[in-house]
């Protein structure tokens, strides 16, 4: 017999508290953690790295489809639940640039091709390991893990996720201006709900939590209800 390893999908747009919910869940349950966005915005940084200007368009799906298929990543846990994961690509620390609102956007460009979604694939399956796995994205409960035991999409109005979005970059000492935030991330889901492959949307089967009028607290409890009914 073999033994099931759980899979809690957290899907949603950018800024809807995805990232503290899985990072509460993966510690609550001690389940691996797969931030799937890094992976995204690893591609857009090493593409960089070799001097591809990801603002001009068309894009050259198949040298980025390469990028992400021969990704060199690793991902070591830290104990600090405000920056829970060391990111490496080639060898290389890459956290801080990875939260940039920068890598953000040239994720967002990079994930609309269906070669570097591809690229990723086998990748993102390889997080599944036992005890379990937290996958954390845009796609998670519908694409890359359609057979997950918990779905859940957070989502909350643009202008409270450009907010939230912005605190988080000040308290990372990460200058930015608020409006222009608001108009990235309306860029963003824009991209990221209207490209043909893989659309963020929640699943069928998903729990849906709108968050505009929620703190953390309330959010967690809703989340900790539905994964305990689920998962005990
Ligand atoms: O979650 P995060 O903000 O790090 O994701 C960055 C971008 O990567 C998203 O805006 C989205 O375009 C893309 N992404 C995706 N599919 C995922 C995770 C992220 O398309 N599973």
Redo the contacts with the bound molecule.
Sequence with gaps: MTNHVPIIAL?G???SG??VVANFLSTQYEFHLL???????LVGIAARRTSIALENLPLDEAVLGEIARSLDVAFTSTNNPEDPLEIMLFGEQVGHE??TDE???D??????LPAV?DG?FEL?RSFRQAPGLV??????GT??FPEADVKIYLTASAEARAERRYNQLIDKGIGVNLHDLFQSIQA??E??MN?SV?P?APAEDAFVIDSTDMDIEEVLQNVKAIVTEKLG
């Excluded at 931030?35 to 915005?41: E, F, I, N, P, T």
């Excluded at 994720?107 to 609309?112: H, K, L, Q, W, Y």
């Excluded at 996958?135 to 998670?140: K, L, V």
């Design positions: 899907d747009p950018s800024g995805k990232g931030d799937s966005g890094a992976l995204y915005r990875v939260r890598a953000g956007v994720a967002s460009r990079v994930a609309s979604r990723l993102q996958a954390d994205g845009r796609d998670m694409v890359v963003r889901d991209r990221d490209r893989s963020l």
